[in-house]
Structures are given as C-alpha cells and as structure tokens.
C-alpha cells in the first residue's frame, strides 16, 4: 500500500512492530510434556514392582522341613490310562498337577516327590504333614489355607456339550441337569452356585467323556480347545456345543496345611510368575493334546479302569 494511503496512526505502529521479539513456543507446554512421560514412567515401574519374582521372596518357616528332608513332597491327582483289557492297571500322576508340582521344586531349588492320592486321603495326608503342599484342581468349599492358580490368558474358557436334540440351549436351562465334569475342574462352581447343575464328577477328564457318552450325564463340561477337537471326530457328529460362555475363574488351587504368612506370599509369587511366563497356557496346551491321544485309544478299544 502507497504511503500516501496509510493512515497516520498505522504507519507510527509499524517501527513497534518491527522491534518486538519473534515469538517463541510457550514454557507451560513443555512442562506439562515432561510431566506427563514421568508419570507414565512411573505406572511402569510401578507396574513391575507388583509382579515380584518368588527368589526375591523367603519361602518361610513352613517349607524347612521340606529343605532339611531335601525334596518338595507334593500330592497330586492320579489314575489310570486307557489301557488294554487284563493289563495291569497303574495310576499315573495327573500331568498338569505334576508339571506345577516340578516348577514349584524349581523355584525353592529342590527336586520334587509327587504322591498320588485317592479324594478322601488328599486332605489327611496334607494335615499329617506327610505332603508339602496339595495340587489337586479347584479348591473345594472350606478346603485348607492356599493360593488359587490365576487363570489361563488362552486356555481358560470351558465349553459343554449336549446331544443335538436335547432342550438345553441356555445357562437357565441347565439348573437340575447332570453334568459329567472331572474331579476338581475349574468350572464346577459357577456351574454349580450360578446355575444349579448337578455335577458327576469323574477321576480324570477321559473318564468323565467315557461317562457321557455311556449316557450317565445330560452334558459334558470340558476345556473349549478339547470340547472343539472333539466336536470334529466322526463319533461326535450326533452332539453340539451350546452357546454359552463359561470362564474359569482360576487354573487350580495349591493347598498348604496352614496359613503361614511368608509361605503364603511366595506361593502367590510363584504362582503369578508360572502363569505370566505363559508355562500354565503352555501345560494346558499339553494337556488337551494329551487328552485328544487318550480320547483316540478309547475309540480303538481300550478302556479305563
């Protein structure tokens, strides 16, 4: 614009304006910028400090005298294989409770003793002392002092099967029915509180199959990785899985005789640090594979004993 067309005013601001400073990005954003990335540095470190690892942790007075025998004594669930006809029958430890029970020696650095038990002694033998600790599936109501084992992030949510015409198509329509589950599964208490099932519970997940199918149960609760597998065998073509949604609340449950504080804290460390290692999805994994082989030797002949 011509000089001669700017007010007079306008042309007195114009020197002002050359002399103020080139504006430069404000001090209050950086600050906050910086607050922001400690804060968030804290909740991680915060976040780590929960998840303590079990060797920083003493195992307490209640395993000395697992340290002075030498050995970690664990009972465990057993039974037998399907096996053939006349050969004789073994029971072997249950592979998930044995697995825990070797990862616990691990983490207190001693080797492990496992010692199957038959339901009515496992409580006994646990009293008495003549185990360390008791691995034997989900904890039965009133059971002794322990720590539940979390739940499976892949291989929590459980599944049941019916016959294809049968009227159950809801958790509603479950109250009063028979279910065939093993002994100690982790659904039997929603099932059980939640929809008022009645549940047959069986030694070991082949057992409770071999049951159903025999017809001593309306339905069949197992692991959804096993129920689909099964559902794609030629023998389970007349059966169908409902829609519904079960959720393990937890994997298991490790009973002591009491509780003692400081074994109480190490065990729940130790237990974390299986599950978030992701060694209890790998065992369950293991599990249904071995289920599946089990499963396939029934439908060849063998039983169960």
Same mark, same amino acid.
């Given at each position: 614009?011509?000089?001669?067309?700017?007010?007079?005013?306008?042309?007195? *601001?114009?020197?002002?304006?050359?002399?103020? $400073?080139? #504006?430069?990005?404000?001090?209050?954003?950086?600050?906050?910028?910086?607050?922001?990335?400690?804060?968030?540095?804290?909740?991680?470190?915060?976040?780590? =400090? =929960?998840?303590?690892? %079990?060797?920083?942790?003493?195992?307490?007075?209640?395993?000395?005298?697992?340290?002075?025998?030498?050995?970690?004594?664990?009972?465990?669930?057993?039974?037998?294989?399907?096996?053939?006809?006349?050969?004789?029958?073994?029971? =072997? %430890?249950?592979?998930?409770?044995?697995?825990?029970? +070797?990862?616990?020696?691990?983490?207190?650095?001693?080797?492990?003793?496992?010692?199957?038990?038959?339901?009515?002694? #496992?409580?006994?033998?646990? #009293?008495?002392?003549?185990?360390?600790?008791? @691995?034997?599936?989900?904890?039965? !109501?009133?059971?002794?002092?322990?720590?539940?084992?979390?739940? !499976?992030?892949?291989?929590?949510?459980?599944?049941?099967?019916?016959?294809?015409?049968?009227?159950?198509?809801?958790?509603?329509? *479950? #109250?009063?029915? !028979?279910?065939?589950?093993?002994?100690?599964?982790?659904?039997?208490?929603?099932?059980?509180?939640?929809?008022?099932?009645?549940?047959?519970?069986?030694?070991?997940?082949?057992?409770?199959?071999?049951? &159903?199918?025999?017809?001593? /149960?309306?339905?069949? @609760?197992?692991?959804?990785?096993?129920?689909?597998?099964?559902?794609?065998? $030629?023998?389970?073509?007349?059966?169908? +899985?409902?829609? &519904?949604?079960?959720?393990?609340?937890?994997?298991?449950?490790?009973?002591?005789?009491?509780?003692?504080?400081?074994?109480?804290?190490?065990?729940?460390?130790? *237990?974390?640090?299986?599950?978030?290692?992701?060694?209890?999805?790998?065992?369950?994994?293991?599990?249904?594979?071995?289920?599946? &082989?089990?499963?396939?030797? *029934?439908?060849?002949?063998?039983? /169960?004993?």
């Amino acid at each position: 614009m011509p000089d001669a067309l700017v007010p007079a005013w306008l042309g007195e *601001l114009r020197p002002l304006r050359e002399t103020l $400073p080139a #504006r430069r990005p404000g001090f209050w954003p950086g600050v906050a910028l910086l607050l922001l990335a400690v804060l968030l540095a804290g909740l991680a470190v915060a976040g780590r =400090e =929960e998840a303590v690892h %079990p060797e920083r942790l003493s195992p307490g007075p209640y395993f000395e005298q697992a340290r002075a025998r030498g050995r970690l004594i664990v009972g465990v669930r057993a039974y037998p294989r399907p096996a053939l006809p006349g050969l004789p029958v073994v029971a =072997e %430890p249950d592979p998930f409770d044995a697995a825990l029970a +070797r990862a616990l020696g691990e983490y207190l650095g001693l080797p492990v003793e496992t010692l199957g038990l038959s339901p009515e002694r #496992r409580e006994a033998a646990l #009293r008495e002392g003549r185990v360390d600790l008791l @691995v034997a599936g989900a904890a039965a !109501s009133g059971a002794a002092a322990g720590k539940a084992i979390p739940a !499976s992030k892949r291989q929590g949510e459980g599944a049941l099967v019916v016959l294809r015409g049968l009227d159950i198509h809801a958790g509603e329509d *479950l #109250r009063g029915r !028979s279910l065939c589950l093993v002994e100690g599964s982790p659904y039997r208490r929603p099932l059980a509180e939640r929809h008022g099932a009645r549940l047959r519970e069986y030694p070991s997940a082949v057992h409770a199959i071999a049951a &159903f199918m025999a017809g001593e /149960c309306q339905a069949l @609760v197992e692991a959804r990785s096993l129920v689909d597998w099964l559902l794609l065998q $030629p023998d389970w073509r007349f059966y169908r +899985r409902l829609p &519904f949604e079960l959720q393990a609340p937890a994997a298991g449950h490790v009973r002591l005789a009491d509780a003692e504080p400081q074994a109480q804290a190490w065990l729940a460390a130790a *237990l974390d640090d299986w599950q978030r290692r992701g060694a209890l999805d790998a065992v369950l994994a293991q599990r249904t594979g071995e289920l599946a &082989f089990d499963v396939l030797k *029934l439908e060849q002949g063998l039983i /169960c004993h």
